[in-house]
T-cell receptor, first 116, second 117 residues
Framework: KQEVTQIPAALSVPEGENLVLNCSFTDSAIYNLQWFRQDPGKGLTSLLLIQSSQREQTSGRLNASLDKSSGRSTLYIAASQPGDSATYLCAVRDTGSNFGNEKLTFGTGTRLTIIP | GAVVSQHPSRVICKSGTSVKIECRSLDFQATTMFWYRQFPKKSLMLMATSNEGSKATYEQGVEKDKFLINHASLTLSTLTVTSAHPEDSSFYIC?????????????FGDGTRLSIL
């Protein structure tokens, strides 16, 4: 059974700093890994999707890496801003997921606070 | 970008009431939609996978008769919480995947906060 862990559960950093969020998963047979952002009381916004054959993806100030063999992914946020404050979730989709029944296993998230 | 609309955003109702939540893909067709439940400060747990034109696939431990799912078209799936009780109070989120390719990401709605009195 796939298990996804995110450490730390909460993180506070001053505005302008670069930071790294961590995600680890127990079963390396994944199809892809996705990073999401969730604002309080809201749904999820997809940030980056990394296919199993890829090692990283970039979007603006965000960079996500994937090391499938070690079961790890990181989300790097450059030059953090107060607007980046949110909960960040990673989710993995296993290769055992069949077409039309692809389950995402989510981590419990990291609650990020950027201090102005 | 792909947009998923979920309605209503918040529901407060009495115990015993049935509540219907809608999930629509606005600018793409979704053969498959997903329903998740999220408890406070917890992660999302998949409840069921909704497939257009066929029966939903429920995760272990999820009551099919309690959480009725209908996926009548390529852009709409509904979740009905039947005879809701306080323990059903939670945040429910749907997602949809573009039918175009298997590796497409899931796009999420804004969620529905359900409170049963």
């Amino acid at each position: 059974k796939q298990e996804v862990t995110q450490i730390p559960a909460a993180l506070s950093v001053p505005e302008g700093e670069n930071l790294v969020l961590n995600c680890s998963f127990t079963d390396s047979a994944i199809y892809n890994l996705q990073w999401f952002r969730q604002d309080p009381g809201k749904g999820l916004t997809s940030l980056l999707l990394i296919q199993s054959s890829q090692r990283e993806q970039t979007s603006g100030r965000l960079n996500a890496s994937l090391d499938k063999s070690s079961g790890r992914s990181t989300l790097y946020i450059a030059a953090s801003q107060p607007g980046d404050s949110a909960t960040y979730l990673c989710a993995v989709r296993d290769t055992g997921s069949n077409f039309g029944n692809e389950k995402l296993t989510f981590g419990t998230g990291t609650r990020l606070t950027i201090i102005p | 970008g792909a947009v998923v609309s979920q309605h209503p955003s918040r529901v407060i109702c009495k115990s015993g009431t049935s509540v219907k939540i809608e999930c629509r893909s606005l600018d793409f067709q979704a053969t498959t939609m997903f329903w998740y439940r999220q408890f406070p400060k917890k992660s999302l747990m998949l409840m069921a996978t909704s497939n257009e034109g066929s029966k939903a696939t429920y995760e272990q431990g999820v009551e099919k008769d309690k959480f009725l799912i209908n996926h009548a078209s390529l852009t709409l799936s509904t979740l009905t919480v039947t005879s809701a009780h306080p323990e059903d109070s939670s945040f429910y989120i749907c997602s949809a995947r573009d039918r175009g390719w298997l590796g497409a990401p899931q796009h999420f709605g804004d969620g529905t906060r359900l409170s049963i009195l």
